[in-house]
């Protein structure tokens, strides 16, 4: 992952400072907060493909505020914790299957799709037994499972 240790930084220090805007004057392109300019847009016309060039970094400057910078870079380490975490939870998971880890995880989706199949199946013969069997004991134990079952 890439490290944005000093892009947030640079955030840091600039997020109390005034915001900046375009202006033009007689024909140049400047950034300026309210205390003076700030970067000069140099708009060459001898060189029409830089003109454009240094306008989309001029706008690139303009659009990236600070507080957006840090709110990106936080909302990038929540989805990173939260990543982490469902990872985390994916090899519980798969270590309570008994599932080879270095596998893809269609192991695991396979697993659960056959123990889902296996408790549909459990539950259909206990609601069996439940109905059909002679054997009191085991038609009040398979009602008690299928009650602790939510059946």
Do not use: W
Request: net charge negative.
């Amino acid at each position: 992952m890439t490290d944005y240790t000093e892009l947030k930084r640079l955030a840091e220090a600039c997020r109390n400072h005034q915001p900046l805007r375009f202006m033009r004057s007689h024909g140049a392109l400047y950034i300026r907060n309210d205390n003076g300019i700030v970067f000069d847009v140099h708009q060459n016309r001898s060189f029409p493909d830089f003109m454009s060039q240094n306008k989309d970094y001029a706008d690139l400057v303009l659009a990236c505020a600070p507080e957006l910078v840090l709110e990106l870079i936080a909302e990038l380490e929540r989805n990173q914790r939260m990543l982490l975490a469902a990872c985390m939870d994916l090899g519980a998971i798969g270590n309570a299957l008994n599932a080879d880890m270095n596998s893809d995880r269609e192991e695991i989706l396979s697993m659960v799709v056959d123990l889902k199949a296996e408790s549909r199946r459990v539950r259909g013969f206990l609601s069996d037994i439940s109905k059909t069997s002679g054997d009191k004991g085991a038609v009040m134990g398979a009602r008690q499972l299928l009650k602790e079952l939510g059946e």
